[in-house]
């Protein structure tokens, strides 16, 4: 029997190596999980729209092409994904990571919040929506490996035992 793979969108923050870390802990636990993310060269997730659609002279203009069609990958990745993570980092105050947030919680995702505790009233009703608040990226692949295996930190195999069909 094949072990299922888990697929989960990291949302968020783009300055910091978070999902580095988290891709590193979920490969060294070997757990079974496929990650996604937005684009996150930021030049990149700026101008896509005027690269492919053509130059606007007005900043919202090009602006907006952008986010047009960052935001067909970001909601399919969403739609998707078995588990939503979305990081709020220390240095920019990311809206876009908010509405992620708001969009996973509107469909019934499974929602992992993550960010540092000078957050905590900023964000209080974003954590209130979701079913975990972490505070670094270790935690986030611990919770990982309890939700898909049953471990617990610091050890291998969880009681939890697979039922018989």
């Known amino acids: 029997m094949t072990e299922r793979v888990w697929k989960v969108y990291l949302s968020g923050e783009i300055h ?12 060294a636990a070997g757990l079974p999980v496929h990650l996604d993310a ?17 130059a606007e ?24 994904a078995d588990l939503v993570v979305v990081r709020f980092g220390e240095k920019y105050k990311q809206w876009n990571a908010a509405f992620d947030a708001g969009f996973a919680a509107a469909l019934g995702k499974p929602l992992v919040i993550l960010h540092p505790p000078e957050h905590d ?10 079913n975990a608040v972490a ?17 617990m930190p610091g ?4 009681r939890l035992a697979a ?3």
């Open 135 to 151: 505070r670094d990226p270790d935690q986030v692949v611990q919770a990982l490996a309890y939700v898909i295996r049953g471990e």
């Open 121 to 130: 009233h900023a964000l209080k009703e974003v954590d209130a929506a979701a």
């Open 57 to 80: 002279p007005d900043k919202f203009w090009h602006d907006r092409k952008g986010a047009q069609l960052n935001a067909i990958r970001t909601r399919r990745l969403i739609e998707d």
């Open 155 to 158: 050890r291998t195999a969880g």
């Open 16 to 27: 910091s190596d978070w999902r580095e870390r988290i891709a590193d802990g979920v490969a």
């Open 163 to 165: 039922v018989p069909n």
């Open 38 to 54: 937005p684009v996150t060269e930021h030049a990149d997730s700026d101008d896509c729209g005027v690269a492919i659609f053509g």
